[in-house]
């Protein structure tokens, strides 16, 4: 086949290879609309994050459920992922509490599975438009123990925050010998590199009490309020 004929039929696909991706975009455009709609009555809420391969009967589990019931209590709406293990935790403690247990699930190959403990559950395809959910509706998030996919929300989060692209919250990682390592590694390496500065640091609390937890998001907003920022 000559060169002229392969770029042929590379254009000849041009045009539906556009066509699906033009279609697309309103996919994505109405994961935003939709879950915007459901969503705007949850606030203040708390998104929390963490593994979802943590067994019900593992002590993680349990603090979770333990965090996410006080906050529910204390009329914070509980955002998870809506899927299994730390996320479930979260789901269920909210929902036996008094404020909405929120679950945004995602279509995955494997792993992600809906838990049975929310009030409001939304899927979505796209794990971009899932992350501004999280964002959009959160007034502080607590992060438990977890794997690739709760480190990469957590960075986010001190991205987002830390460039002004969100307003400041408290960002809450729960279980200090859990997060030893990492905390260690941004003083020891990325501070003294130069790559973030000292007081990014103050972005983070370590707690590893529930009660702590929510004590320490509502002496936040004490001074700070819950409605968000003029930028």
């Given at each position: 086949m000559?060169?002229?004929e392969k770029l042929g039929g590379i254009v000849s696909l041009e045009?539906?290879?556009?066509t699906r991706e033009s279609w697309r975009v309103f996919g994505i455009m109405s994961e935003f609309v939709e879950g915007t709609e459901r969503l705007e009555h949850i606030q203040p809420a708390v998104s929390i994050f963490g593994s979802a391969r943590t067994d019900s009967s593992h002590p993680y589990y349990k603090l979770t459920e333990a965090i996410a019931r006080q906050l529910?209590?204390?009329?914070?709406?509980v955002i998870s992922g809506g899927g299994p293990g730390i996320m479930e935790a979260a789901n269920k403690g909210a929902y036996f509490g008094k404020s909405p247990s929120v679950g945004l699930n995602i279509q995955l190959p494997h792993e992600q599975h809906r838990n049975i403990y929310q009030d409001i559950s939304q899927t979505f395809r796209h794990f971009f438009a899932r992350k501004y959910m999280f964002v959009k509706f959160a007034t502080a998030y607590v992060v438990m123990p977890g794997g690739f996919g709760t480190l990469d929300e957590l960075m986010e989060a001190l991205t987002l925050v830390q460039t002004g692209k969100t307003r400041k919250m408290p960002i809450i990682l729960v279980c200090s010998e859990f997060w030893s390592g990492l905390i260690d590694w941004f003083q020891k390496t990325l501070i003294q590199e130069g790559y973030i500065f000292p007081?990014?640091?103050?972005?983070?609390?370590?707690?590893d009490e529930p009660?702590?937890?929510v004590e320490a998001i509502f002496q936040y907003y004490e001074t700070s309020g819950f409605e968000p920022s003029p930028a």
């Open positions: 000559s060169l002229q045009k539906p290879w556009s529910s209590d204390a009329g914070f709406s007081e990014d640091m103050h972005l983070i609390q370590i707690i009660k702590q937890v």
